[in-house]
């Protein structure tokens, strides 16, 4: 007698397809050992936002400026609850990145460590990560320093969970 597996969508990361038999499975019964790359990403950031009072939100975006991963995550239909996940933000912060890599790229300056814009209300730091790039958004009067520290150490961790995406793809 032959097995028949029927595949559905359900509610997982990225819409990850999970196996449908006599009972429904959980994303990680469906690939046991293995977390999925979006969920690592969103834990990390939210242990951004745990470990350092004052980041108001964080994102990560790819070179091409899609969004990768947001904190707090986002409502699609709604931008302006958390305004960092919405796609127009991560195009700029994509572009700003390029732009500071061209600028010191021509005047020959080495590459890119970070980008900050310092505002009335707060700051905005970028981290190249990778093929991507971490903007966090500070709320004015937060420790800048305990703030780079830490997205530093996250950089490093953003890098490495998308550095395995990269050799497994």
């Known amino acids: 007698m032959a097995a ?76 302006y609850e958390n305004p960092t996940s919405s796609p127009q933000v991560a195009a700029m912060a994509a572009t700003l990145i390029g732009l500071a890599e061209t600028t010191l790229n021509r005047l020959q300056q080495g590459d890119l460590k970070r980008l900050m814009i310092d505002a009335d209300k707060g700051t905005m730091v970028v981290y190249p990560a990778n093929r991507a790039s971490l903007a966090v958004l500070v709320e004015k009067g937060t420790q800048l320093g305990r703030v780079l520290f830490a997205v530093s150490k996250v950089r490093d961790e953003v890098m490495e969970i998308l550095r395995i995406k990269e050799d497994e793809g």
């Open 4 to 79: 028949v597996f029927i595949f559905r969508f359900v509610d997982c990361p990225l819409s990850a397809i999970q196996l449908y038999s006599s009972k429904n499975l959980s994303c990680e019964e469906f690939m046991p050992g293995q977390q999925y790359r979006s969920e690592k990403l969103e834990r990390t950031l939210k242990s951004l936002h745990v470990a350092v009072p004052g980041i108001k939100a964080s994102v990560i975006v790819n070179i091409e400026g899609l969004l990768v991963a947001a904190y707090p995550p986002g409502n699609e239909d709604n931008p």
